[in-house]
């Protein structure tokens, strides 16, 4: 486990790649987590040596929160526009895109091979903290940043007297940016990121894989990782000029490999992405009704 004065890193399996995330615990009477995502057993490892209090939640999205339901005695809080939608199925399902692809269908096919385990997390969120508000753990402070754009309500952790930010899911992969919910939004990717570009700041964590970036690492990587939105945009707009429907669109993987869309989440992901572009290109393509496009 690496150490930053009074941060902990503590890395989730596989280098903390989705489906697990990076999460960091700070070393205080507070006994603060950030995040829930990472190894499981280092994380109780974790609460047996400090007994973790309180987990703040950047956002509700599983990889970064499925692990709460191991720690019933902390509190555990999100940010106050995703605690609604964290708390309920049906939330998170249309936060996720699956009621605007695929209607309430959908929806009952999507709740049949969820894992009970994560269904009771959502339950157990209990509280809400402030954005952009100085809190004060131990004497480290932190303000948790309104990062919008990945999910709406995404926040980035700051210690600003540490010149230290958890950047979460602006995670750096080659994938590229990820805002393929109906809550994600391109334009604040962009925004976001370029804000945080701008903190004092010398090290950025992400939450997943590569992990730590100096500020100039940070922001040359942040451009090349901006560039994805760019081609994204070009292939669509190219394909949408072939004249192809939007059926055909979504079988191309613009987003994910072509092999991996017969997986329905990853189908649903990659229509929300592609309607995201032809929106922000003002592009219309022809289009099955609904009733037809229902995945059995
Ligand atoms: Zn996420």
């Not at 609460?47 to 709460?68: A, C, K, M, R, S």
């Not at 903290?129 to 990062?147: N, P, R, S």
């Not at 979504?250 to 229509?271: H, Q, S």
């Amino acid at each position: 486990m690496k150490r930053m004065g009074p941060l902990m890193i503590i890395e989730g399996k596989n280098n903390s790649k989705v489906p697990y995330s990076r999460n960091i615990f700070i070393d205080c009477p507070e006994k603060v987590l950030i995040d829930c995502g990472a190894d499981p057993q280092t994380l109780l490892e974790v609460n047996d040596q400090f007994g973790i209090e309180l987990i703040v939640n950047t956002h509700y999205h599983p990889d970064h929160t499925q692990y709460n339901h191991l720690f019933p005695k902390a509190q555990k809080w999100i940010n106050p526009l995703e605690f609604e939608t964290a708390r309920s199925i049906e939330g998170i399902a249309k936060a996720n895109g699956i009621y605007e692809e695929w209607g309430e269908a959908g929806i009952e096919q999507w709740k049949k091979q969820l894992p009970q385990e994560w269904v009771n997390n959502l339950q157990q969120i209990s509280g809400t903290y402030q954005y952009e508000v100085e809190y004060c753990f131990g004497g480290v402070k932190t303000v948790l940043l309104h990062t919008p754009g990945h999910t709406a309500g995404l926040s980035s952790p700051y210690f600003p007297e540490l010149g230290v930010v958890y950047v979460g899911d602006y995670d750096m992969t080659t994938f590229g940016p990820w805002y393929n919910g109906t809550d994600g939004s391109i334009e604040d990717f962009i925004e976001s990121g370029k804000r945080l570009l701008t903190l004092d700041a010398d090290t950025f964590i992400t939450g997943h894989q590569k992990g730590l970036f100096t500020k100039q690492e940070f922001q040359s990587e942040m451009q090349r990782f901006l560039e994805v939105i760019d081609k994204r945009d070009e292939m669509i707009d190219y394909y949408a000029r072939q004249g192809l429907s939007f059926e055909e669109l979504t079988n191309i993987g613009i987003f994910y490999p072509k092999e991996v869309l017969k997986v329905p989440i990853f189908k649903t992901w990659e229509r929300c992405g592609i309607r995201k572009h032809l929106r922000r290109l003002n592009l219309t393509v022809s289009e099955m009704p609904k009733a037809y496009a229902v995945t059995k």
